[in-house]
Structures are given as structure tokens and as C-alpha cells.
DNA sequence: ACCGTTATTGTACGATCGTTCAACAACAAA
DNA sequence: TTTGTTGTTGAACGATCGTACAATAACGGT
């Protein structure tokens, strides 16, 4: 019949998705957004529009801004986490050959660009005033710490160093500190050195810390 | 008369001041506001309350809101930058002095805040997309690294090794990535160690620099 | 083929945003 | 005391913000 012709002819208004779906999708988009726009980007209608769909079902899927906000900073957490410990994974067993697969890929793409940094300065921007990202930092970055304590700890035991005096805790936080500060650098000022350089510098400081240090000319 | 008296008695109110000092005020009550509010302390009529002047008056001295940002960015690097110059003045001739002096300063009030700290960040996330403010940061970063880049080049000296060897450039952006990482880290965790341990961290960084490395386990 | 569930739409609302501008008034100079 | 300059006010504008909500329609189950 006609009727059924012009039903089965109209193409969909939109597609039912299911929930975590759905989710994910708003997830991605808003780190789209936040990639191409900064903070600017982080608006309903914005990011709404980057995925595609209206202003509305946002707040049926998350409960307001914040949420989302939030949700794709522990997504971006542990997409980060996942990729650095499968680069680890796929290395030789030595420590020194584990701890270089995570630096190179700490200092390659997907992690070392420019869009990609910034994410993660608007992120630590809104950290002091959002409840809901600092939970999600709380409970994401002890992965990333635990991953980078672990790395130290093997390279230790390899140097048969006394694990008492070799102060685990600090020198996860100065490499930590290490890579964070070179990667907010080259964000800001791309030209200033080479990836492969970061990877040199962050080397030599863990060379530093197990005692088999050769200094600055060594290299 | 009464009209005189009147006249007399009534205060004025408002009080006009000279743009120069106007602007200062509006830069302060600009960073006044990033510290208690975050990114969402940027708006005109924040500021202006801070200020305790009417909403009208920034697009007075500043043609728009971008510009007033980047003076405050501008403001606070150049007082960093000029706090830190003067805690290497007043410190002794050694050179190694004057490094301890520096990182003395850099980790500890009113450097070392947790406000001040998310400032930076918030001015960082803004980085990327707002012309005024990459201007503000080639102009007054340079400042920064010279300073830093100083210290390095007496130690250099000091330890008598051959300048070309030495990658001034390489050393320089590893001692100020590790400073704003510690930085960034400690204000996302506060707690997670000690400012006088931040110090300790750049100093052993720099001694394995100059080849004295000690190792790790040497302190 | 119909129904029920619910993902999705899009308008509407009140709040707040940055900026404009005519009117006002503080203060120095005449 | 009067005048001129200009720092300052505050209402108004249009745009955009986050959220609420009634209406709509996609799609699986019967």
C-alpha cells in the first residue's frame, strides 16, 4: 500500500543507540571538542553537535556537565595508563629495555601532541574546583603512578642497589614530574626540542638515580 | 550654607585614579579571582566586583577581556621571574649557592601555593588558543630560561668541564621541566611529598648533570 | 500489526556572558 | 567659582550558557 511504501522509504530521524554506547560516543566527542576548541569547547551544545546528536540527551545521559566532563577525563586517564603498559608489554624483558618502551612511548603519537597536552592542561585546570575529576583523579592516577614505581623498582633490583636506601617513592615522582614537565614544555613550545631528546633526558636521570651515573658527558 | 555643607559631607562616589594604577588593580583583582575561582573567575563582572569597581570600567583600560588576561599572565611571570632573580642575588657567590637559592625559592611560598600553582595551569589551558597570551608567553618565557640557563653555565664552569660538551640548551630545559613538573605535581597532590624534597630532586638532577654524580644512594 | 519501553528530539527558560554607550561626576586648571 | 577633561558608572543589548521537559519516534517483544 502507499502508506507502507512511504513508511518503509523514510529513512530513520536518528538511531536508538544503547546507553554505554551512547555514552562512549559523548565521551569521544567531548575530547574532540576539547582538542580542537580548549575550554571553549566544553559547552552542551558544542560538544552535542561534534556527536552528532541534540542538546538534550546529554542530560539523559549524564546527570550534568560536570559528569561528562569528568567521565572523559577517566576515559583519557586510561587510555593513557593502557597504552603506556601495553607499549611496556610488548618489549624485551630487560628493565632497561622495558623502561625505554615506555618512554618512547610516553614521547611519541598518540601522547606527545600538541592537542592532546593541552587536553590534559584543561583537565588539571579544572581539577582544584570540580569535585567529580577530583575523584576521578584519585582513584585513575595511582595506575599510572603504580605503572611507574614498577618500571623503577625492576631497574633497582637489576643495579643491586639495597632496595632500603633507594627511595622508591621519590624517584617515581621525580620521573613522573620529569615527563609531565617535558611534556607541558614541548606543548607550549613545540619547537624547543625533539621527542627523541625527552627520552634522552628522562634516560639520564633514571641513569643518575641507580648510581651508574656517567654524567652529563657520558652520552 | 546648606547646600555647601551638603556638598561637603557627602563622600564621593567613586575615585578616580590614574589608568596606570586602575590597570594595576585590575590585574590584581584578575589573579585574585583565578586563585579563589579557577577558569570560572574570568569573567567581567567577577573581576570587577573583586575590583569594587562597576562592569564598565575594564573595557575602559583594556579593549577587551583577552588582553586583560594577558596582562595578568604577563604580570605573573614577570613577578616570578623577578622574585627568583632577586633570591639568586642574595645569595652567595658559589654557584652551587646560587642554583640552592633559586630552587629554594621556587619551592616555597609565595611560589609554592597550591592557588598559585592552579593559576598557572589555568593560564597554560589557555595557551593554545589565545593570541594575546602566546604573545605575553615568547616575551616573558625567555626571561625564565635565561635565568636558568645562567645558573647551569656557572655550575658548568665551576665543575671545569668542556663547555661544548656540555649541552647548556639540553640541561636547561630538563632542570625547568623537572621544576614545573614538581610543580604541577605537588598541586595536584599536596601531600604526596615534601617541598624540601622537590629541592633535593632538582639538586641531585643537576650534581648528575656535572658528572659528580653520586648516584642516588650518595645523599 | 500492534504495543510498550525509552532513547531522542527540540523548544523553552532563566541566568550569565562580553561589550557598548550615553550620562555622570571627580578633580585639576583657569 | 567656573570650565574642561576624562575616569567611572550602570543600564541595555544580543549571544550563549546549562538544564528541564513534554512530545516524538525507533525498535524489540508479543
Not at 559547552?43 to 553537535?49: C, G, K, L, N, V
Not at 605503572?147 to 631497574?155: D, M, P
Request: aromatic residues 8%.
Amino acid at each position: 500500500m502507499a502508506v507502507h511504501q512511504a513508511v518503509v522509504g523514510r529513512r530513520p530521524r536518528f538511531e536508538r543507540q544503547l546507553p554505554q554506547a551512547r555514552r562512549a560516543a559523548l565521551i569521544a566527542a567531548t575530547i574532540e571538542c576539547l582538542k580542537r576548541y580548549g575550554h571553549a569547547g566544553l559547552s552542551i551544545r558544542t560538544i552535542s553537535a561534534q556527536a552528532g546528536v541534540s542538546v538534550g540527551l546529554i542530560n539523559h545521559h549524564f546527570p550534568n556537565k560536570d559528569e561528562l566532563v569528568a567521565a572523559a577525563y577517566r576515559h583519557f586517564n586510561g587510555e593513557l595508563v593502557e597504552g603506556l603498559r601495553a607499549a611496556v608489554a610488548g618489549a624485551g624483558a630487560a628493565p632497561h629495555e622495558r623502561l625505554r618502551a615506555f618512554l618512547e612511548a610516553s614521547f611519541s603519537p598518540p601522547n606527545l601532541d600538541a592537542d592532546v597536552l593541552a587536553v590534559w592542561v584543561v583537565f588539571w585546570g579544572l581539577y582544584r574546583h570540580s569535585r567529580p575529576i577530583q575523584r576521578v583523579q584519585r582513584a585513575t592516577y595511582s595506575g599510572y603512578v603504580r605503572l611507574v614505581r614498577g618500571l623503577l623498582a625492576e631497574l633497582v633490583q637489576e643495579a643491586r642497589l639495597t632496595p632500603g636506601r633507594v627511595e622508591l617513592r621519590l624517584a617515581a615522582i621525580g620521573l613522573t614530574s620529569l615527563i609531565d614537565g617535558l611534556w607541558l614544555e614541548w606543548c607550549l613550545e613545540p619547537g624547543k626540542f625533539r621527542p627523541r631528546e625527552a627520552v634522552s633526558l628522562c634516560e639520564q636521570w633514571v641513569a643518575s638515580l641507580c648510581g651508574q651515573g656517567g654524567g652529563w658527558n657520558s652520552r
